[in-house]
């Protein structure tokens, strides 16, 4: 089964650089194990620049502002839930409600007594 692995940019340099010094591909493939390939696309971004520090920095900067956007999408959607669920536990005729699945969020619930087989009723009232 394939390997899928992450390498950092500082190895990505690394490689690149001993490429750059004389080794051949051949020998660095063998030594860290990766594909000549691979190797050949790290020394063609290499050479774009995408190894650079101000463009590791700008995709750090957005891999953290999606992260916030999500987390912050995510803190909207409970906020709206717990608003929900406040105004559903509100008193109605001064008794507490409880929801129910099936009923509106404010109808209120009251329990009925056993049936036999164990399983618990509820009654709107």
């Known amino acids: ?10 190895f990505k340099r690394q490689i690149v650089q001993e490429y750059f010094s004389g080794e051949s591909l051949h020998g660095l493939a063998r030594r860290y194990d990766i594909a000549r390939n691979l ?22 900067i957005q891999e953290y502002e999606a992260r916030i956007a ?18 559903a536990l509100k008193t109605h005729s001064g008794r507490k409600t409880r929801l129910h699945p099936s009923s509106p969020a404010r109808w209120p619930l009251r329990r009925r007594r056993m049936p036999a087989d164990g399983d618990c009723a509820l009654d709107l009232l």
């Open 1 to 10: 089964m394939a390997r899928h692995r992450n390498h950092s940019i500082q």
């Open 70 to 87: 999500a987390l912050e999408r995510l803190v909207g959607k409970q906020a709206l839930e717990l608003e929900f669920l406040k105004g």
């Open 39 to 60: 190797i050949r696309i790290w020394i063609r971004k290499h050479e774009e620049g995408a190894f650079d520090e101000d463009v590791e920095a700008v995709d750090l």
